[in-house]
């Protein structure tokens, strides 16, 4: 068929056109015999790379040297390429990928396959021809240019990121690029359309009506209106003119201007109005007109986004990378036979035994494949053989411990993702702040009567009406005056098309037949961005827009917080977590807690946290709110925090753990406070409040390995302790959940911050055949999205070997970190039941918005298994055994408003109207301070009376 290609209206559609004479026909089905050639092409290209060369004649094959080829059972390069692009196959010529693959000849083969040679000493290596990069340097956050991070609107988010000098220069003369920052010209680029085309305003492309292919259109006027268009399109192409890149940066000046629209009430519709074109909604004023108007296309701006990935990945040629297993050692230089080695595994192994050095291997690289040609049993140095190894896997040596692990890159894949986890939250973060209000700043420079229109203009308001937004007709210059009616005439006729708006002509008509000097018309304030280069004048870009609303900021005073209508607490158990470090400090919580009403004191006797690990330092302090609580009636439970055994890490004088114990480490080799403020410093542009909120709940806390057997040893001696002292009420565990060995973000807002990573733990996984833990995504992270107002891209950056979503791997860590907490759990439960067997206990795991629910099942921490349970999940499982716990912030001690609506919050979510028991925890959102003084703050808000 004849394909003539037309510009259909201002958008540039293109249209295939036919004569009568032709017609359009399907693809014809393949035959039987295409069919069958088509399934040899593809056994052909899914053959995999031991049996392309297993078919070469024995002459082809290497005689000399031992050749080594690894991963041999993979497919041919390109359809490795394709599985990565996810292809669809009826998009494959497979013929044509057939041909170009010569599988005659080994060195064919090395080709098809993606492989090159590589010689080490006598062993020859066909290895992968380029190898991915994962780019991992925090630095990316800022540096990638903010164009690229912004998909939809970038002249928005260009006026968005305006000084105020800037501003004024874009409604006064114009921005030139040297005028802006680097990360403004990259949003003004990516909103000019590429390559940057303009013509004389007065010739437009070749227009055609769709409805003259519509049946029964009379054959010779299509043929003429078809080659009048065609003439009209191709004088147009012939005027456009393409600005270079030196000619766009030297001269191009982007400026605002004033482009009002008109509207007008239908008559008897109150309410009711509809928008007029003058010109059928072209703007006016311009001598040259960029092409499409300037717009872009939408789905290049998507592709755009999704071009992000290269910053975070790359291909580049294979070779080898920084190795932490020298080459040189001693070890190395002994010689090895391989003999009938089958997988990378092998080949690990017996190096290890024979070099007498501790290597490891990751099971992903394990598992891959060996073909050994030539002369297999060839005695050659180990040295040699590992580097050959190693570039064949496009991997490289970490040390671990005594030992070495061969794996994808020195740095754990959990690390570099972590790590690229929070560049793209940058990114994130960075193309987010660009949503600032325009219209606050048009209004402060009173732009409707300081900015005007583009020279030239025939819709421009004259001064005397600019800034007015509603005017007679009469008011209007006579020339435009007389476009409204001409507009407003051509509006009302009925339209061709049936499936039109039929309603809109209707009420155009209503308008004209009642028009008349009074007749009131809106103006409303609308705004052109145009560029103007040296010849053009001021073209527009995109469309006309609105002033986007202003939110201003409420600077009013705050309104004097009301009398206190005391807040009930009819709860069966009223009770009050707190701390104390002294008999004295322990006795007045206690005639405090009595006082309001209170019955059960729930207490930690340190106000630095979990006091219980240095011997005696707990006696005194529970002891004497024992005997305050027997003479008060109040039940006074002693707290432990199970896994969290300091809270005091930000203060000016932490106490420190005993000798033998360690602080748990998380992906990095980090503390806990440590990642706290590592985060803290990547969110330097939070306003300070949210900035002292993550300090407070989450950086003081130091966390303890249930890996650590001094640990379990420890607890299980302070709970058989506790649970022999005379008159306690009971035990409560808290702090059970370390983030790592839950199965859920820990920590809310606060990305990569797991615990597990100590470097014996590690060491010990390697040598029971696992990966190392830094190589396993942390949970929740198996991959890295970008998203950016509605516009969302997934990044899969995988790595040769490490491709998620192969998950298998991370699953194991995580259930092993849950195996061997529970395991230390289990223990002090038995020591409790062993030394008061009917004493009650009570868990509560994570530190924050969870409940309190009856330990009595060793191997079930929490009653309602909630370490993977949402807090609905565990509101619709609360009982009458349920202890709702509120804590108190800081906000909620100088308001009572404010603590009587989380109280009743907690109670909501929590309690869900069937517990009868609520605790007010005064330690979790303030673990250094003091206990006695929050609580005499709050008392006042609080009554125990029944309405």
Known sequence: MKRRELLLGTLGFALPLASDAEAQTQPPRPSPEELAQRKADVALLNRPLRTA??????????????????????????????????????????????????????????????RVRRRFGRIIALVPETMTVLHADPKLGDSVPLGELVSEDPLGALMATLSDSQFDALLAKGLTFGQLTPDQASLLTKALPNPLRAAPSDIKPGVL????????????????????????????????????????????????????????????????????????????????????????????????????????????????????????????????????????????????????????????????????????????????????????????????????????????????????????????????????????????????????????????????????????????????????????????????????????????????????????????????????????????????????????????PNAPIPAVEPIPIPESLRGVLAAAATPEAAKALVERVAALGFNTLFLAADAHGAPYFQRGEHTAPLAAALAAGKARGVAVWATVDVFCWRRDRLSPAPKPLPEDIREDRGLFGETNSEGVAAELSRRASDIPEVREFFKRRFGSDAYVSPFDPGVGKALTALTTELAKLPGLAGILFQRAGVPGYLDMDYYPGIDDLEFGFLPEVRLARARAGKPDPIDEVLIGHSGIYYSVGQNTTSLPLTVFGFDTPHASEEKDWQAFRVKTAKAVLSDIFQAARRAAPEL?????????????????????????????????????????????????SPGARKDWRQLRDEIQSYRTQFGRGKSRSLILDLLSEDPSGDSLEVLNKISPYLTTKRP
């Not at 490795?80 to 692009?85: D, F, G, S, V």
């Not at 001409?486 to 098309?497: G, I, K, V």
């Not at 868990?843 to 079930?860: L, Q, S, V």
């Open 53 to 114: 060369l297993q078919t070469l004649p024995e002459a082809q094959l290497p005689q000399n040297g031992l050749w080594l080829i690894v991963n041999d059972d993979a497919p041919p390069a390109q359809i490795t390429r394709l599985q990565q692009e996810q292809w669809r196959s009826q998009n494959v010529d497979y013929a044509k990928l057939r041909a170009a693959m010569d599988l005659t000849s080994l060195e064919g083969i090395t080709k098809s396959y993606g």
């Open 209 to 556: 009506d769709y409805r003259i292919f519509q049946q029964g259109f009379p054959a010779d006027q299509r043929k003429a209106l078809q080659e009048r268009a065609e003439t009209q399109t191709l004088l147009y192409q012939s005027k456009l003119k393409t600005f270079s890149e030196r000619e766009i940066r030297s001269g191009l000046r982007l400026r605002l201007y004033q482009s009002p629209s008109f509207s007008f009430d239908v008559p008897g519709k109150d309410g009711y109005g509809f928008g007029l074109n003058l010109e059928s909604g072209e703007w006016q004023g311009e001598k040259w007109a960029l092409q499409n108007g300037g717009q872009k296309d939408y789905g290049k701006q998507q592709e755009g986004l999704q071009s992000i990935e290269r910053y975070l990945k790359s291909e580049s040629p294979n070779q080898l990378k920084p190795s932490e297993l020298s080459w040189e050692l001693p070890a190395l230089m002994r010689a090895i036979s391989l003999g009938s080695v089958k997988t990378v595994g092998d080949i690990v192994k017996q190096a290890a035994a024979i070099s007498r050095l501790e290597l490891f291997c990751d099971p992903r690289f394990a598992a891959q494949s060996v073909l050994l040609l030539g002369e297999a049993s060839l005695e050659v140095p180990l040295s040699e053989l590992l580097k050959a190894l190693t570039l064949s896997l496009c991997g490289t040596w970490r040390r671990l411990g005594p030992g070495f692990m061969l794996t994808h890159h020195t740095q754990g894949r959990a690390q570099i993702h972590a790590v690229q986890s929070q560049i793209v939250k940058r990114w994130r973060e960075r193309a987010k702040g660009i949503g600032k209000s325009n219209a606050t700043r048009l209004l402060k420079r009173d732009w409707l009567k300081t900015v005007g229109a583009p020279p030239g203009d025939p819709h421009a308001l004259p001064d005397e009406l600019r800034g007015r937004t509603r005017v007679p007709l009469s008011e209007l210059p006579k020339a435009l005056q007389a476009k409204v009616r001409a507009a407003l005439e051509r509006d009302s006729q009925p339209p061709q098309d049936p499936e039109s708006d039929s309603d809109h002509y209707i009420s155009v008509g209503k308008v004209l037949s009642a028009l008349n000097d009074a007749t009131p018309m809106s103006i409303d304030p609308r705004f052109q961005l145009t560029i103007e280069l040296p010849e053009t004048g001021p073209m527009a870009l995109g469309q006309t827009r609105y002033p986007d609303s202003a939110r201003e900021l409420n600077s009013a």
């Open 840 to 888: 009650p206990l009570l868990m509560r795991e994570r530190k924050f918005g969870f409940n309190i629910e009856p330990w009595t099942d060793a191997t079930k921490p929490h009653e309602m298994l909630n370490t993977d349970s949402s807090a609905d999940e565990l509101g619709q499982k609360a009982s009458e055994k349920t202890v709702v716990v509120a804590t108190v």
